[in-house]
């Protein structure tokens, strides 16, 4: 079946402008992730979804990121007033259950000029 | 606190070499699973193995092994007889309960497989 899709794959931005980033995740996982790469380093947890609900946002780093997945699959991450230190690739996964392997979407690289 | 090491930043390798890949954990947690994950240049996290902390059998799985030492809080993935497709970047991660049926991943920073021709 598909896997974790993300959309769009790049984004460029100026400074100050509003972006929103999308992932499908496989269908039936009812856990959804993101997490932020920085360039050179592993991924770092930003939010997790278990359906509908945002049970964990401990890892978004200012109240200009914010996420939502109203009806349980698609999910979107939303980062207001882009600054240049939120560059980074932005990766989505989902998982069946939430002790269940984690499977990756292919991930959103945002550069912000 | 939860933190993941993977000591090596980067290996180069000559193909049909054996290479091994470190991990150390730290977690206070009884219940956690570890992970590994291959990331190839075109940039999409790859799934390799979990393993709960309750499961300390080794596993291979092709050219692929895992060694599971709790007792220092290792756990090193072999790659036998590597091939230029393995070069990527391996992350090791571990996964543990942080509230809220949370089992979020805790990554290392990686380590740049190299195998040359």
């Known amino acids: 079946g598909a896997g974790v899709s993300q959309s769009p794959r790049y984004k460029v931005a100026k400074r100050g402008q509003d972006v929103a980033l999308r992932c499908d995740p496989i269908?039936?996982?009812?856990?959804l992730f993101w997490y932020q790469q920085a360039l050179g380093q592993g991924p770092e947890f930003l939010t997790y979804?278990?359906?509908?609900?945002?049970?964990?946002k401990s890892g978004l780093p200012s109240d200009r990121f914010f996420a939502e997945r109203p009806e349980g699959s698609v999910s979107t991450l939303k980062i207001q007033r882009t600054q240049q230190e939120d560059s980074a690739v932005y990766l989505c996964?989902?998982?069946?259950?939430?002790?269940?392997?984690?499977?990756f979407g292919p991930g959103t690289r945002l550069t912000v000029t | 606190a939860q933190k993941v090491t993977q000591a090596q930043t980067e290996i180069s390798v000559v193909e049909k070499e054996d290479v091994t890949l470190d991990c150390v954990y730290e977690?206070?947690?009884?219940?956690?699973?570890l992970f590994w994950y291959k990331q190839p240049p075109s940039g999409e996290l790859v799934f390799l193995i979990r393993?709960?902390?309750?499961?300390?059998q080794n596993e291979i799985s092709g050219r692929y092994s895992w060694n599971f030492q709790k007792s220092t809080s290792s756990f090193n993935f072999t790659i036998t007889a590597s091939q230029v497709v393995d070069s990527a970047v391996y992350f090791c991660?571990?996964?543990?309960?942080?509230?809220?049926?949370?089992?979020?991943?805790?990554f290392g920073k990686g380590t740049l497989l190299t195998v040359n021709p």
């Open positions: 979804f278990q359906n509908e609900a945002q049970l964990d």
């Open positions: 991660a571990l996964s543990h309960y942080s509230g809220g049926s949370n089992y979020k991943l805790t």
């Open positions: 996964a989902s998982s069946l259950a939430r002790t269940y392997e984690q499977y």
């Open positions: 393993r709960n902390s309750f499961d300390e």
């Open positions: 977690t206070r947690d009884t219940t956690y699973y």
């Open positions: 269908s039936g996982h009812v856990s």
